[in-house]
């Protein structure tokens, strides 16, 4: 009993937690490259500019993800930048459990139901589309009868959505500022429809989980990229349905290739094995890094502990920037 976690909480209660808690999430669905390292970065330079704590959460629930594949390389890639965590690693197929009872408990409230719209159905040409690119749901199943569920399931497994509030109802309505995007609204029925909390395989949607592990872990300070962005608002009203804090929201820019196209994992020259060669240094890929982020004021070989004291967000970019034709080739 005595040396659990557990056990020392609640001998000592509530260990004190500092003010703030940021995180890494990443997808191990390949190599980390350039953008994730830009992320990384900030959400790194934030929390430990203010003296607070990292968490490091593997998220591996996806197939593509699975546990053994990427996630050491990962975590080796992130050692060998410097930039360090205090809490983790934590696999998300670790806590489906949480996933469960969080997906109850919207259950019990008699907001989620099944859908057994096919990919071609929801990705029908007439669909709009969210800002993220998911079709915006057109709540064909939203009506359905427990007949037809059941007939339908027959069929095939459903996946479960979470009912939004309609359009001219202010309960659907949510508003943030961005640390670095400012002022955003988004009204959810109009901007993503009622969302997925639930594949139909099975897998808790990223929506789901990420607010589970944000509120459980403490995290208050929430540092991604701008595709994120659109998924805020899905976030904050899953929080406040789940009864979870809203943790500070700061979306940084996409990095996008020299020819202008966003940088993505088929970009193999910007994944960190290739960036680790041409780089030879974490310090020389970080001070380009910042450099293009705005926080320093030349490219000069910095390590992370360096950027420290240069890191504000006031002085982080908001257009996208060119980090790949600044680097060595
Ligand atoms: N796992 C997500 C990704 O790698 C990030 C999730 C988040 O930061 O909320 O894109």
């Known amino acids: 009993m005595t040396g659990t976690n557990t056990a020392a909480h609640i001998a000592d209660g509530e260990p004190a937690r500092p003010t703030v808690t940021g995180r890494f999430a990443p997808s191990p669905s390949g190599r980390m490259h350039l953008g ?14 203010q003296g607070g704590r990292m968490v490091l959460r593997i998220e591996d629930l996806d197939d593509r993800c699975r546990r053994g594949r990427w996630d050491a390389l990962l975590i080796e890639d992130l050692e060998w930048l410097g930039l360090d965590w205090d809490e983790g ?10 996933y469960e009872r969080a997906f109850e408990a ?4 008699g907001l989620l139901y099944p859908c ?26 939203r009506g359905l009868s427990a007949e037809d569920v059941a007939r339908r399931r027959a069929e095939r497994p459903g996946a479960w959505r979470l009912r939004v509030p309609s359009a001219d109802d202010p309960r659907g309505d949510v508003a943030f500022t961005d640390r670095v995007y400012g002022p955003q609204h988004e009204t959810l029925a109009r901007d993503c429809g009622d ?19 944000d509120a459980e872990m403490g995290v208050n300070e929430v540092v991604r990229g701008r595709d994120l962005l659109g998924s805020s608002a899905r976030q904050m009203y899953l929080q406040d349905l789940l009864d979870l804090p809203h943790p500070a929201y700061a979306h940084v820019p996409l990095l996008v290739t020299a020819d202008g196209r966003r940088l993505s994992k088929r ?14 240094t974490p310090e020389a890929l970080l001070g380009m890094v910042a ?4 926080i320093a004021p030349d490219a000069r070989p910095r390590s992370a502990g360096d950027l420290v ?15 790949v034709a600044d680097g060595p080739r």
């Open 195 to 213: 969302f997925l909390v639930r594949r139909s395989d099975g897998v808790f949607a990223y929506q789901l989980a990420v607010c589970v592990d």
């Open 106 to 109: 919207l259950r019990a409230q």
């Open 309 to 323: 004291e240069l890191f504000s967000w006031e002085a982080v970019r908001r257009h996208p920037a060119n980090l």
């Open 89 to 98: 690693p934590v696999y998300q197929s670790d806590r489906l459990d949480r």
């Open 291 to 294: 450099h293009a982020a705005g």
């Open 36 to 49: 994730n390292v830009y992320a990384a970065l900030m959400a790194w330079l934030s929390v430990r500019s």
């Open 267 to 280: 970009e193999r020259d910007c994944d960190l094995g290739e960036l680790r060669a041409r780089f030879g």
């Open 116 to 141: 057994f719209c096919s990919r071609a159905e929801l990705h029908a040409a007439s669909a709009p589309h969210a800002s993220d690119g998911t079709p915006i749901y057109a709540g064909t199943c």
